[in-house]
């Protein structure tokens, strides 16, 4: 992927099934939502693995194990393997153990993926700031995570111990809506000890390289929902992106988006990895993709044609991006969005 900024969503003549070898799938609003499997996915990954591409489930999430979340996945009609699976939990292990001595105590906050992602890279989880740890972790503990466990960390920290944390996304979807992420909790210890921690979660690279030390891939694309974690992660590792429009990123964010968080592709779903995807094509002053052709005014963007609701995003992108150079586009979209129903 080139650092130059991206001006317009890309074409791709072939399926990016085929264009790419491994896709790196995020879970959430991508694969599932509150558990169940979003529509088209089960038959659409299928499809890409038969015709060869490696799918590998990229998660911040560091409270399931990688046999957990294969479980899950395997239960959804979609078989899956632990080693297809990585986590921030491995992530962050890795980084703990490159800088701490082999067989150190780590003080874990956090649930059972932090633990066997550390005793993974030979180190030792603790439970307490007395037990002498070499390094503070903190993950995503779910909704019965002790608050003492945040002052646990905090007396630790405040010592001098080196901290770490698998992510810091303040949100985390759930079956009833939207609710605290990791993120929040290590506010929690950054507040009490004004430190912080050195971070590995998407979309840092110690993320980036986890994936691809453990998949080999050569030629991967990165398939996400959200723009600050997944679009951002591929353009820091400097790979291509699938941004999908099942999970949280709506027609206004994408137009907004400043150039670390502009997808080179952008599907409706993950039928998306097994199409090609439409060239999007300078037309005089403006931008044209399918029947639909966008335009930059002084205020908004214009939206003129018909055809599929995609290509009119598409071309809206190009438009507003275009505009907006290395920036986030300030023009009024809502007009254009509405006729596309989005």
């Given at each position: 992927m080139s650092r130059s900024v991206r001006t317009r969503p890309e074409g791709s003549g072939q399926a990016l099934s085929e264009a790419y070898d491994t896709a790196l799938l995020d879970l959430d609003g991508v694969v599932y939502a509150g558990?169940?499997?979003?529509?088209?996915?089960?038959?659409?990954?299928?499809?890409?693995?038969?015709?060869?591409?490696?799918?590998?489930?990229v998660t911040n999430n560091a409270l399931r194990t990688p046999d957990a979340v294969a479980d899950h996945l395997t239960e959804l009609g979609i078989p899956t393997g632990a080693d297809d699976v990585?986590?921030?939990?491995?992530?962050?292990?890795?980084?703990?153990?490159e800088q701490v001595p082999a067989g150190a105590r780590v003080l874990v906050?956090?649930?059972?993926?932090?633990?066997?992602?550390?005793?993974?890279?030979?180190?030792?989880?603790?439970?307490?700031?007395?037990?002498?740890?070499?390094?503070?972790?903190?993950g995503f503990g779910g909704p019965d995570l002790p608050w003492g466990r945040f002052a646990e960390a905090s007396y630790a920290v405040a010592r001098?111990?080196?901290?770490?944390?698998?992510?810091?996304?303040?949100?985390?979807?759930s079956g009833r809506g939207i609710a605290p992420g990791n993120g929040a909790a290590v506010e929690v210890v950054r507040i009490a000890t004004g430190a912080?921690?050195?971070?590995?979660?998407?979309?840092?690279?110690?993320?980036?390289?986890?994936?691809?030390?453990?998949?080999?891939?050569?030629?991967?694309?990165?398939?996400?929902?959200?723009?600050?974690?997944?679009?951002?992660?591929?353009?820091?590792?400097?790979?291509?992106?699938?941004?999908?429009?099942?999970?949280?990123?709506?027609?206004?964010?994408?137009?907004?988006?400043?150039?670390?968080?502009?997808?080179?592709?952008?599907?409706a779903d993950l039928r998306g990895l097994l199409?090609?995807?439409?060239?999007?094509?300078?037309?005089?002053?403006?931008?044209r993709c399918g029947g639909w052709t966008a335009s930059a005014g002084a205020e908004k963007l214009e939206l003129d044609g018909e055809g599929a609701v995609l290509d009119g995003l598409r071309a809206?992108?190009?438009?507003?991006?275009?505009?907006?150079?290395?920036?986030?586009?300030?023009?009024d979209g809502g007009k254009a969005l509405a006729r596309l129903g989005l």
């Open positions: 558990g169940n499997a979003i529509v088209h996915a089960v038959e659409s990954l299928a499809t890409a693995r038969g015709g060869g591409m490696r799918l590998a489930y990585i986590t921030s939990a491995q992530a962050v292990a890795r980084l703990i153990s906050i956090g649930g059972e993926g932090l633990r066997v992602a550390l005793r993974e890279r030979g180190l030792e989880p603790v439970e307490s700031a007395e037990d002498d740890p070499a390094a503070v972790v903190q001098g111990v080196p901290w770490f944390a698998s992510n810091t996304d303040l949100t985390i979807p912080e921690p050195q971070v590995a979660g998407k979309p840092l690279p110690p993320m980036h390289r986890e994936t691809i030390l453990r998949t080999g891939a050569e030629r991967p694309l990165v398939v996400g929902d959200r723009l600050d974690t997944d679009i951002e992660g591929a353009f820091n590792g400097e790979v291509d992106s699938l941004l999908v429009l099942t999970g949280v990123t709506d027609g206004a964010q994408l137009l907004a988006a400043p150039p670390q968080h502009r997808p080179t592709y952008v599907d199409t090609g995807q439409p060239e999007v094509a300078e037309e005089g002053s403006g931008f809206l992108c190009a438009a507003a991006w275009t505009a907006a150079g290395d920036g986030s586009c300030g023009l």
